[in-house]
């Protein structure tokens, strides 16, 4: 969705500046993967299988919305807030500026973070890259992955070393709501420190300089814009790219959210997994088309089955029915039938799409029982008949029932 704000170019980088980033970059991975290699061994750098790039200007809701997005992918560690990360007391004055830790640092701390077993399945990374070096590091870190990927997979290991995915996911506003947002949460950390102070407890947020003061606010948006914004953008060409529109309250944003992140099969699974099962049809797929099939089939039914379907019909409203009345708070009825025209499948199939059509589900099984017949008295032997029951589950909504208080 196109935002007003949203710069249409930046200042292009010169050859020269862009193979100057790239070569800091190869310099700060080598250094930083040396060491990991180094300290934990190479059959032990184990990364997430998934990794969701969360960026997006100050204020956009990053914080906000990474519960929300790592219950819509299923993840349940707590999300990497890299800044968070930083707290050094170099990295804390800088931070405070309103300005950004070295690449270096960042890279180094991440990388081991990455590394812990709770983060296997996938992670949040919350502000990461926010600068070109940092591209370039995922990208030589995502290589590695694969590298890795395709040293062990047909080995007894592969499991720790899966094909990894990359979502990158920008949240984006514009200045004014970010300025704003960044004021208004200023506001509430200082009301709860306040409070906080006056009752005597330790439970202070953190006061930052670029919450209180409208210029420092609008400046921490800038060196977004300036620095980070270039660097989110050249994600789009390199992995599964969302951009979200985060101006909205809460609800609407959620909404854009999951619509970015829906499943797709053929972009998460292993190759070869989806290989083996991308035959199987979609559900999406196959339900295109359900209700013109629905009419041509009950048509059919009347046209070249008419006794049957009449008869279907007519046992539906005397037999079933009834008892679905019966239940029409709960939304659910158990109908067990004995009705030897059962015995024909098509009269199975008539029964459900009738239902179908009127707007209920029903699903049928099909219970075999003995049925003692005689008792052989010279051996004990008894003799047994063998009895279909059919058993049908009808479920509808049901009728919402509400009691006033007294």
Known sequence: ???????????????????????????????????????????????????????????????????????????????????????????????????????????GILFRKLLDPIYRDGCILDGFP????QVECLKLVVEKMNQ?????????????????????????????????????????????NAKVRAEGGSDFLEERDTDRDPEAARQRYRVFKEKTWDALQSLRELYHYHFVNAQGDIRDVEQNILRELAYQSSLELDPETYDTVRHIPL??????HARQELVRRMDSYQLESTALFVQVVKLIEERFMPIVRRHT??????????????????ALAMLIDIFAERGYRAVANVNRAEVPRR?????????????????????????????GES
């Open 1 to 107: 969705m196109p935002l007003d704000d949203v710069p249409a170019s930046l200042p292009a980088k010169t050859a020269e500046g862009n193979d100057l980033e790239v070569k800091d970059a190869q310099v700060i991975f080598a250094n930083v993967w040396g060491e990991l290699e180094a300290d934990y061994g190479r059959e032990n750098l184990r990364f997430s299988k998934e990794i969701i790039l969360l960026g997006g200007a100050p204020g956009a809701g990053k914080g906000t919305n990474t519960e929300f997005i790592a219950k819509a992918r299923g993840l349940t560690c707590t999300p990497i807030v890299v800044s968070a990360l930083l707290t050094t007391p170099e990295a804390e004055r800088i931070k405070q500026a309103g300005g950004m830790v070295g690449d270096r640092e960042v890279i």
């Open 130 to 133: 926010r600068t070109r070096v």
């Open 148 to 192: 890795l990927y395709r040293e062990y997979h047909k080995t007894p290991l592969a499991i720790n070393f899966r094909k990894p995915t990359v979502h990158a996911m920008v949240l984006f506003i514009d200045e004014r709501t970010s300025i704003e947002r960044q004021l208004q949460r200023g506001r509430v950390v200082a009301e709860h």
């Open 283 to 288: 559900a999406s797929e196959i339900v295109v």
């Open 329 to 346: 708070i709960a939304g659910m009825a158990v109908v067990n039938s004995e009705d030897a025209v059962f015995e024909n499948p098509q």
């Open 375 to 403: 008792i052989d008295l010279t051996t004990g032997e008894i003799h047994c008949d063998l009895k279909r029951i059919y058993r049908f589950q009808i479920s509808f909504s049901g009728s919402a029932i509400r009691r």
